[in-house]
């Protein structure tokens, strides 16, 4: 048995300026995909090297930081490269997709992912069976339902689970193929948006629908259900929760866990709230300046480059600019090229005059001038291979403004782990305060944090859902309208419609 890994697992934000070009592409061939720890890839090598007669086969892997809309030019650079690649392989089994649900590209009015595992099915005829691995951020089509066999969807936000769903997705493909399956597959879309912040699995409404979803695998007969909350900021027809539901061979089966599942999402829906702590900016900060516990890790989610935000926005270090406190304040991760230029060029131990905010592109600029003393810098940040993805960022530049230390990045970045702190000379764990442009911790932060204060921020990501342009999303649709009726009637497709 053969079976082919390949995907395009990028989470795109249409409203973010950080357009995603080929210069922001992470790519990946057969040894590096063999050979790096990569994502759900890892997951599904585990599993293919647990059988003696299957044989992997890692063809080509494109990922990049969440960020604005791919351009047309790197989407069919990858998509064309992939279908060759698998036009090029030999006897194949089956067919491994290793993708996110939120991919957006330039001129393409369709969902991406649809498209890119549609184009893959065409490539390898109706009959091959093709599993999918999808972010629980994504979203779901009838389009990429019917192209896929098999789906295994993340069910750990933040995400602890990758590799563990890799090897899930890889598991029923290997079923379906030793048994000769053919699957029936059944979805229920529910008009609800769902930011991950109101969807973490370790509180409720999340912690109970995705805790439950091994009994609906364990019903006799069936493959997986799985719940995509959706992509809740993009103003897309697509965008909405979807509760789905796969089984070995029969449509009834599938449609009844389908429709279970979606009921018992929308039995919940209003319980999708912002549930860990929360403050505005300059409540929050004083909160953590003040508090008993250290480090307090405070995120700055409107302006959420793991979201896709351009993570250019100073309104929280010019708002900690203003406290005066006695102690360090941490702020990492604020892209700005420009600027980041200019400390390159000064070099460590100059004092320059920058200007906060003068490279806003998603949000009106807030000029102030501060002097800034270069701390550290580099025409690459150096993460030493500790991470799955790439081990190299971009330009940087650390300073300090009076208590204040700030990091600025040529690219946006993610400051995730421990490890971003310590290549910049930081000690993620001696200071007080750390603002990351994040919205829930990512788990290695959240492991270190004593305490996480979410910041209300203004910004592309921001969670008040309410004060985003709403154009093509279909209503009604909650949080947005309230007060209406829904039923899985009318909102079910795939095999049952």
Partial sequence: MRLAIVGLS???????????????????????????DLWMVRGMLQRIGEGSDIEAVPLYWATALPGGMMTADAYE???????????????????????????????????ADSDFVSAIRQQVGPDMPIGVSLDLHGDMTPELLDAGTVFAVLRTAPHRDDKSTGYRAADQLIRVIRKGLKPKKVAVSLPILIPGETAVTALAPADRLYGNLPEYDSVPGMMEANILVGFAWNDRPWTKCTAFAVSEDSVDLAKEQATKLANTIWDAHEEFILRMETAEVDEGLQLALTSPQRPVYVSDSGDNTTAGAAGELTFVLQSALRLGANEDIIIAGITAPETVAQLNAAGVGAEVEIVLGAEHRSRPTTHEKVTVKVEACGEYLDLSGFQPYRSREAAWAKVRIRNV??????????????EHFRSMGIDPLAHKLYVVKLGYLHPRIEDIAARHILLLSDGVSQLDLSRLTWKRLSRPTWPLDTNFDWTPAGNTYGDAS
């Fill in 77 to 111: 650079m990858v998509k064309q490269k992939t279908l060759q690649l698998l036009a090029d392989a030999q006897d194949l089994d089956g067919v491994l997709i290793v993708n996110h649900g939120a991919l957006e590209v330039e001129g393409l009015d369709a969902d």
């Fill in 10 to 36: 990028i989470e795109i934000m249409l409203s973010s300026p950080a357009i995603t070009g080929v210069e922001a592409l992470q790519l990946y061939d057969a040894q590096q995909m063999r050979d790096g």
């Fill in 405 to 418: 230390v700030a990091t600025f990045h040529a690219r946006p970045i993610g400051i995730t782990t421990p």
